[in-house]
């Protein structure tokens, strides 16, 4: 009260000056301001999209019998053999990998943060490069090498960490999954999977058990469907690549890039995707000798995860191929294929689906 009242009567106070400056001083303020929140509510509005494709409805799942059946390939990668026999008791299998929806329902429901989304742990990896330290994920970047050299490395140069790559945003921040309810959601890491097959009540299935149930019923045959090539006779079968890998993809198939899940016709046991679209996790630690030492029944894969050459981490499996597998340079959409990667890793072609 006092001051109001002195106010006007204090003439050595340049008062219009002062108001000016006070206005001026306010408008970059106020743009930074405005900025921030036109840049948080765009941010808003992109991780609503994912959780706005929520599907509650129970994800399909088929019976898969038990049986007895030849694992492995022969005259493939060397992690592939020896072919051995196998037997696996009866299984539900997801009929498709877990999609946008499903996943979405269970990030509504519980609000779990995956592993791209987490801030960086320095503890975790106290030696990564500066590149490594946001929230981020692998993402495929079209380009035009020599797919047969010098790229037997564990980091080709067609994959490129994305901050802000996850599975609501699979290709960075400027993606989307709206939309795309039904399509595989990617960028998921082993643990992420686990952690929605827990609250649903599933679990991953064994690297066995996902073999046979890609198998369909069929005996030793190099593909999910039989012996015909993709495209022969204009059939496709699967979401693989076609054209010059890892350039250009014609998208000869139907789909450049993921496709919806149950696009193309289901194996035997009716699972869709066995074969493409994107790489699905195991439970197992890979091991590329573990075929030698395999039990018969029921295998689980090794106790840990053994050194894997080339790698840093111990890596688990996954299976299946995914829209990238091209003949010329990864011919991995075959049944008996194997591939691996770290727990905490992730990338736009990786996804899952479970088993009970
Ligand atoms: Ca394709």
């Known amino acids: 009260m006092a001051k109001k009242a002195n106010r006007p009567t204090s003439p050595a106070v340049p008062a219009a000056p002062s108001r000016r400056f006070s206005f001026w001083f306010l408008v970059p303020v106020l743009l930074v301001i405005g900025l921030v929140a036109a840049v948080l509510a765009v941010g808003w509005q992109r991780e609503d999209d994912a959780l706005r494709e929520a599907d509650a409805t129970a994800p399909e799942m088929v019976l898969v019998p038990g049986g007895t059946f030849w694992m492995g390939r022969e005259n493939g990668p060397a992690d592939e053999s020896p072919v051995h026999e196998v037997t696996v008791g009866p299984f539900q299998m997801d009929a498709t990998e877990v999609t946008v929806g499903q996943f979405a329902a269970f990030v509504k429901a519980t609000g779990y943060v995956t592993v791209a989304e987490r801030p960086f742990d320095e503890r ?10 946001k929230p981020g994920s692998a993402v495929f970047v079209p380009m035009d090498v020599p797919v047969h050299g010098p790229w037997d490395t564990p980091t ?139 039990p018969k029944d029921n295998p689980k894969g090794p106790e840990s995860g053994p050194p894997v050459e080339g790698e840093f981490q111990p890596q688990k499996v996954r299976r299946g191929g995914s829209f990238l597998c091209d003949d010329s340079y990864c011919h991995r959409y075959v049944p008996s294929a194997r591939d691996k990667n770290p727990t905490d890793s992730s990338a736009n072609h990786t996804g899952f689906r479970c088993v009970k």
């Open 124 to 133: 975790k990896y106290p030696n990564a490069p500066l590149e490594f330290r």
């Open 156 to 294: 080709p140069p067609w994959w490129r960490y994305v901050p802000g790559a996850n599975w609501r945003r699979p290709e960075g921040p400027q993606s989307s999954v709206k939309g795309k309810k039904n399509y595989p959601a990617v960028q998921i890491a082993w643990e992420d999977a686990g952690a929605y097959a827990q609250w649903a009540g599933k679990r991953l299935p064994t690297e066995a058990e996902w073999e046979w149930a890609a198998r369909g019923g069929l005996d030793r045959k190099p593909y999910c469907w039989g012996d015909a090539k993709p495209g022969e006779g204009g059939k496709w079968y699967a979401n693989a690549y076609q054209g010059k890998f890892p350039a250009e993809d014609t998208g000869a198939d139907g789909f450049i890039g993921l496709a919806p899940v149950k696009s193309f016709p289901p194996n035997g046991y009716g699972l869709y995707d066995m074969s493409g679209n994107a790489w699905e996790w195991c439970s197992d630690w890979y091991d590329p000798k573990y075929y030698a030492v395999s």
